[in-house]
């Protein structure tokens, strides 16, 4: 059985409310103010999201990036520059289920609606040294993305909405329907054994992954929906997921991989060491390295699967790409191949011979 899941996206609504202050006369008084939902189940540091709100996240850091695009009488067509907002940090509410008006400066809906049409379009997490950097001139946002670091506990849950097009007041009493979808992968890595063996004890020293993109270029656009594929990336690393030279008993059951001894079972804390990756192929190049000890009566073997013994990674359940918004469970097996003994003994005894001797 393949062991991954593509988690579903779910949509949901956002609010704005009028504004009692006085206005320029282009504005209805109504400030343009901004709900999100993200997509069902896919931590990362303090930004992964795991259900259909933003309530794991720390409340200082639900923080979106919002664009957004004033195309006069014309419907957007991904040609237009997002003059009317750019890169704007709004910081969530009710962690994102209520309508939040949170941002500087604060903008207004136009009143003449017919040679106004708005278009919005979001990224998150909108925040200071998080490996995204973006870059766009006309139509929707492009970004460059990097993994943090090898720790899962560092990752960021990169997301992108869908482009909201054509707004006005009227389209939804000032409603901006933001839904944003994971551009990331969920990888996971368990690890157990088959040994049955009371007197045999397998304890998992080192599990390594190489070649692993880490960086990559998003490229979204519009076309009656948006649409974001991923493009060179970067260069290949290796990812160290467990490394301790006194290794760790192994169970018959499956267990997170953690990166410490202490966190190796790591029980209620298994969001914290999942990997968030760059959606990519999965080559031959993409291997697994593996050391355990095997220990029976006292007598320690050191068995290791790295260099050209190392396992294809691909080869799990023809498993060949990471997509956006999935999630994938990868369970490495270590075995045992117990020593045994067969006998058979040489056919027949030669023909006989006889010697005589005289006294």
Not at 111 to 138: M, Q
Not at 152 to 176: E, K
Not at 211 to 221: E, H, K, Q
Request: charge should be negative.
């Amino acid at each position: 059985m393949k062991k991954y899941f593509v988690l579903a996206a779910v949509a949901a609504l956002v609010f704005g409310a009028c504004s009692k202050n006085s206005i320029d006369e282009t504005s209805t008084g109504c400030v343009i103010g901004f709900k999100t939902y993200s997509p069902t189940s896919t931590k990362a540091g303090d930004s992964f999201v795991t259900g259909t709100s933003f309530s794991e996240v720390n409340a200082a850091k639900q923080i979106i990036g919002v664009y957004a695009y004033n195309t006069g009488a014309n419907s957007f067509d991904d040609s237009q520059a997002p003059a009317f907002m750019s890169d704007v940090a709004v910081t969530l509410a009710g962690n994102g289920s209520t309508a939040s008006s949170n941002y500087t400066p604060v903008r207004y809906w136009p009143t003449d609606e017919a040679n106004n049409n708005l278009t919005f379009f979001a990224y998150y997490p909108n925040l200071d040294g998080n490996n995204i950097t973006k870059s766009v001139s006309t139509g929707l946002v492009d970004f460059s993305f990097s993994i943090p670091d090898t720790k899962p506990i560092n990752d960021i849950d990169f997301m992108v909405a869908d482009a909201v097009v054509d707004q006005d007041y009227s389209s939804n009493s000032g409603v901006v329907p933001f839904i944003f979808r994971h551009q990331l992968t969920q990888v996971n890595f368990f690890v157990k054994t088959d040994n049955t063996d009371a007197n045999t004890t397998i304890k998992i020293k080192k599990v390594k992954v190489s070649g692993i993109n880490t960086a990559g270029t998003l490229t979204s656009t519009y076309s009656a929906g948006t649409t974001t594929a991923w493009s060179a990336q970067g260069t290949p690393t290796a990812f160290t997921i467990y490394d301790i030279n006194a290794g760790d008993t192994l169970k018959t059951s499956a267990k997170h991989i953690g990166e410490t001894a202490d966190s190796y079972y790591c029980g209620a804390a298994d969001d914290a060491y999942r990997y968030l990756m760059i959606p990519q192929t999965i080559g031959d190049d993409v291997k697994v390295e593996i050391v355990y000890d095997v220990i029976t009566a006292g007598v320690t073997t050191t068995n290791s699967f790295t260099g050209d013994a190392a396992k294809k990674l691909n080869t799990a359940n023809d498993i060949t790409a990471w997509g956006k918004n999935q999630k994938i469970n990868y369970t490495f097996t270590v075995g045992l191949k117990p020593i045994k003994f067969t006998a058979t003994v040489e056919t027949g005894w030669t023909p006989e011979s006889n010697g005589d001797l005289t006294f």
